[in-house]
């Protein structure tokens, strides 16, 4: 069973940057790809980012310029740095990892933009 634990969100001024976290209790390198999704208040769950086993990263065209993903593969984790953010952000965002043809999900963790 693969768990996801998110850490790293809080409250952050326009312009400012955070960095999120999600540790995974499976072995990362076994996931077809780890992503980001984020859910704004009032709105539906949107993709964020994604690293796929290979290494190759994808962004929603929002986030692109903004954002990173990367994985640390000795440490089961994934990260998503986000420089600039903006009121529009602000979200709960969840980890999500693809294995095996099954999905998982993390708790989520908030993030808020505002001055």
């Known amino acids: 069973q693969v768990q996801l634990v998110e850490s790293g969100g809080g409250l952050v001024q326009p312009g400012g940057s955070l960095r999120l976290s999600c540790a995974a209790s499976g072995s990362a390198s076994s996931f077809t790809s780890m992503n980001w999704y984020r859910q704004p208040p009032g709105k539906q769950r949107e993709f964020v980012a994604k690293?796929?086993?290979?290494?190759?990263?994808n962004y929603a065209d929002s986030v692109k310029g903004r954002f990173t993903i990367s994985r640390d593969v000795g440490k089961n984790t994934v990260y998503l740095q986000m420089n600039n953010l903006e009121p529009e952000d602000t979200a709960v965002y969840y980890c999500n990892a693809l294995q095996w043809g099954l999905s998982y999900w993390g708790q989520g963790t908030q993030v808020t933009v505002s001055s």
């Open positions: 690293v796929r086993s290979n290494g190759i990263t």
